[in-house]
Nanobody, 119 residues
Framework: QVQLIESGGGLVQAGGSLRLSCAAS????????MAWFRQAPGKEREFVAA????????NYADSVKGRFTISRDNAKNTVYLQMDSLKPEDTAVYYC????????????WGQGTQVTVSS
């Protein structure tokens, strides 16, 4: 089992910044990648960004490219999401996800952290 604890959400004005953290614990030895997803009220959960654990390759949703940066600290088993130039449409619950194997869906999910961007 893997446990994921997110932190760093909150209320920020449009144009501001937040940094989310996700600390993984438990059986984290086998990790292919970690990612952030988000879900806005009345909408489906959507992919935001992901990073592989060994090569640190990252990819982003088009809606956040150039504004968000995903990174990881292997020693701390933690992944971060730096969010800059925030927009009201970024308002959502942000979830951290852990994937053990490339060919499988994300195995474990965090509880989520609320990000609210006011206009």
């Amino acid at each position: 089992q893997v446990q994921l604890i997110e932190s760093g959400g909150g209320l920020v004005q449009a144009g501001g910044s937040l940094r989310l953290s996700c600390a993984a614990s438990g059986r984290t030895v086998r990790c292919y990648s970690m990612a952030w997803f988000r879900q806005a009220p009345g909408k489906e959960r959507e992919f935001v960004a992901a990073i592989t654990w060994t090569r640190s390759s990252s990819n982003y949703a088009d809606s956040v490219k150039g504004r968000f940066t995903i990174s990881r600290d292997n020693a701390k088993n933690t992944v971060y999401l730096q969010m800059d130039s925030l927009k009201p449409e970024d308002t959502a619950v942000y979830y951290c996800a852990f994937r053990s194997v490339q060919t499988r869906p994300y195995d474990y999910w965090g509880q989520g952290t609320q990000v609210t961007v006011s206009s």
